[in-house]
């Protein structure tokens, strides 16, 4: 028998056809045409789309997972399978041929056609008044379109971008920001209860090396070697209060701690109002300071030893990493009894896991793939499930100007700061490039050829399409025409119903994305949605007065077009604009 459906499935076009099959599968089994296996409790009804849109609108290979279990033919079950399905086939359709009578199950399918195909494929053909249904839904609450319902899934907590305070955010670890921001997105869409954070190191040596930067431009003294250079030094120079070295010598302390520490400040609130520009904000804020003060890391170390994962040897003390698969062991304390970053970063799991998340998402830069490994097995001998430690490491970008690659370093002071790229080529553009690459590849970024290309950038194109579905629902109520209060009959022609047929699938390109964790899906809809409105507009007459019941329907149907234009947009942080 099958699995049954999860009562929280979104009501996806895909779900109604998973239960529809389903029910068939239960019916054939209960009339002896499919024997009812043990063995195939377990096999999943999945759906998917036809590579050609002429073979149907969804397809399902479940005759061949099935083939095994109950010891049949490919083709037997789905023929099996599909004489179930004709019993819901509405009225007067018909199922290979095959016409079903008025006394058909008075439930009304999701089909109105299901087929063999190939070695047990099955193909369908969805009903209108699935459309219907799905878009008087649109029009009924627009503001959940796509959506799962808030908090009804896992607690996840997402840290990314986390660049330390010491210079400008740049766009090299600003790729971050996008990712992050992005991935939180999908995942409150599909349901997740999202927490994004912000970690940095407060209390390092590089702190002290930005004071000391800074105090040697003050003094008119080369820069340290380990020091910062770059324009936003000199700035911060400029800017320190007369009396803050005077201070920090009457309290015996270090000026350029004191100097450091004042900087980063300024530097964060700098990092805070770029990321206001590009749309970005977070809920918690996290210093490695705050988690030494409040004792995380004790408590990591704790967690660790009573388990039976630490040793000393020649003085430190040791996580024993490679009895979790490490290529070898890692310091937990150094010889001298001070923490290493990894100390810092098992007491991040700890503090995190104790605020009740189900799942951390970190997004690091590429450079720390060696960290992942032992920071995964370190939370998995504290006893947490080290599936719900995930890393999401981003790939490398090359950011090019005049065919000449721009150096990324703080330190030299030869970088292009996040605010330079988004004043160049704009937050939407800028959004648009990142959201449609996978947050792991490796890309080149050519900043002139965005700025002279940007009217080109398919950003516009699906805004375009927004704008242009403002301008016609602006015209026909100049006209005195409105849409339809509801989508009876709405998608009956062939041009309506094959833009009908774009727009149903985006609760699914939003699942599909929250659970990829990735967004790329999301801005190819759009751009495939944005171009089916425009052939639809090109085909059919949508504000027409002498036919004010069929421009109404078609109003219904663009007004559902623009509200998930406008959804997909927001979901990747990008205006919708009502003229361009």
């Known amino acids: 028998m099958p699995p049954p459906t999860k009562p929280d499935q979104p009501p996806t076009v895909r779900a109604t056809a998973r239960g529809a099959i389903e029910r068939a599968w239960a019916a054939a089994a209960s009339t002896g045409a499919l024997p009812a296996g043990p063995d195939a409790v377990d096999v999943a009804v999945e759906v998917e789309r036809p590579a050609k849109p002429e073979h149907g609108d969804l397809a399902t290979s479940l005759p061949l997972k099935l083939a095994r279990p109950l010891r049949m033919s490919p083709a037997a079950?789905?023929?099996a399978?599909?004489?179930a399905l004709a019993t819901e086939i509405e009225p007067g359709r018909s199922t290979r041929g095959r016409d079903v009578g008025a006394d058909a199950n008075a439930a009304r399918s999701p089909f109105t056609e299901a087929t063999v195909a190939g070695p047990g494929f099955i193909n369908l053909r969805l009903a209108d008044h699935v459309l219907e249904s799905l878009l008087g839904g649109v029009l009924a609450s627009p503001a959940t379109w796509g959506r799962a319902p808030a908090g009804s899934g896992q607690k996840?907590?997402?840290?990314?971008?986390s660049a330390n305070p010491t210079g400008p955010l740049t766009v090299g670890n600003a790729r971050g920001a996008f990712a992050g921001d992005l991935l939180c997105r999908v995942l409150e869409a599909g349901g997740r209860?999202?927490?994004?954070e912000y970690y940095f190191n407060d209390s390092g040596t590089q702190v002290r090396n930005l004071g000391a930067s800074v105090l040697a431009i003050l003094a008119d003294a080369p820069i340290p070697e380990d020091g910062y250079n770059g324009d936003y030094v000199g700035d911060l120079a400029r800017e320190l209060p007369d009396d803050a070295v005077a201070d920090a010598e009457a309290r015996h302390e270090d000026p350029a701690w004191a100097?450091?520490?004042w900087a980063s400040a300024r530097v964060r609130d700098g990092i805070e109002a770029s990321l206001a520009t590009l749309g970005v904000a977070f809920d918690v804020w996290t210093t490695e300071g705050s988690l030494h003060a409040a004792g995380w890391v004790e408590r990591a170390i704790e967690r660790l030893r009573a388990a039976g994962h630490l040793y000393e040897q020649d003085g430190a003390l040791w996580f024993s990493s490679t009895t979790f698969g490490d290529d070898k062991d890692r310091v937990v304390l150094r010889s001298n009894g001070e923490p290493t970053y990894f100390a810092s970063d098992i007491g991040y799991v700890t503090e995190k896991f104790s605020r009740g998340f189900d799942h951390l998402v970190y997004i690091w830069g590429a450079d720390h793939h060696g960290t992942v490994a032992r920071v995964r097995n370190a939370a998995e001998a504290m006893g947490y499930d080290k599936a719900a430690v995930e890393m999401i490491l981003t790939g490398w970008v090359r950011f090019i100007r005049d065919g000449v690659e721009v150096s990324m370093s703080?330190?030299?002071?030869?970088?292009?700061?996040l605010d330079e790229l988004l004043g160049e080529i704009g937050v939407d553009a800028a959004r648009w490039f990142f959201a449609s690459r996978g947050a792991n590849v490796n890309i080149d970024f050519d900043i002139e050829l965005a700025k002279k290309q940007s009217n080109e950038n398919p950003v516009y194109y699906v805004q375009y399409a927004h704008a242009r579905i403002a301008s016609i629902l602006r015209k026909a109520a100049e006209s005195g025409l409105s849409a339809a209060g509801d989508m009876r009959g709405a998608v009956a022609g062939d041009a309506e119903g094959t833009l009908a047929r774009v727009v149903v699938r985006y609760p699914e390109v939003v699942e599909d994305a929250a659970a990829a964790k990735e967004t790329q899906a999301v801005t190819t809809y759009a751009t495939e949605l944005a171009t089916a409105f425009h052939a639809f507009y090109r085909d059919a007459k949508v504000v027409d007065p002498a036919e004010p019941a069929r421009s109404a329907g078609r109003l219904a149907l663009v007004e559902a077009t623009r509200i998930t234009?406008?959804?997909a947009l927001a979901l990747l942080g990008i205006s919708a604009p009502d003229a361009m």
């Open 565 to 567: 234009l406008a959804s």
């Open 81 to 83: 399978l599909t004489s």
């Open 410 to 417: 703080k330190r030299a002071g030869t970088f292009v700061t």
């Open 193 to 196: 209860r999202v927490t994004r």
């Open 156 to 161: 996840v907590n997402v840290e990314f971008v």
């Open 259 to 261: 100097v450091g520490r």
């Open 77 to 79: 079950i789905a023929e």
